[in-house]
């Protein structure tokens, strides 16, 4: 089982930032894909950005260049540095990580981007 708790969001004005982390415990072995994921009110989730552990990233079109995903393998812990956050990026955050054919899975933290 891995457990993954994240923090740091909260309301942000228009071209603000926001550092979400996600840290990972429990039987953490093997873990290679982390990612975040976010999901609007009446939308599906989508992928916001995934890194694997030997660091190859990928981001959503709508993301690049404004979001930065990181992972400091030594404390399991990945990050989504968030940039110049517009209204529609408002959502529920979740963290992933894959491990084996198992995906988990946090318990979101809002991100509320309004003036």
């Known amino acids: 089982q891995v457990q993954l708790v994240e923090s740091g969001g909260g309301l942000v004005q228009p071209g603000g930032s926001l550092r979400l982390s996600c840290a990972a415990s429990g039987t953490i072995f093997s873990i290679n894909a982390m990612g975040w994921y976010r999901q609007a009110p009446g939308k599906q989730r989508e992928l916001v950005a995934a890194i694997t552990s030997g660091g190859s990233t990928n981001y959503a079109d709508s993301v690049k260049g404004r979001f930065t995903i990181s992972r400091d393998n030594a404390k399991n812990t990945v990050y989504l540095q968030m940039s110049s956050l517009k209204p529609e990026d408002t959502a529920l955050y979740y963290c992933?990580?894959?491990?084996?054919?198992?995906?988990?899975w946090g318990q979101g933290t809002q991100v509320t981007v309004s003036s």
């Open positions: 992933s990580a894959d491990q084996g054919a198992f995906t988990y």
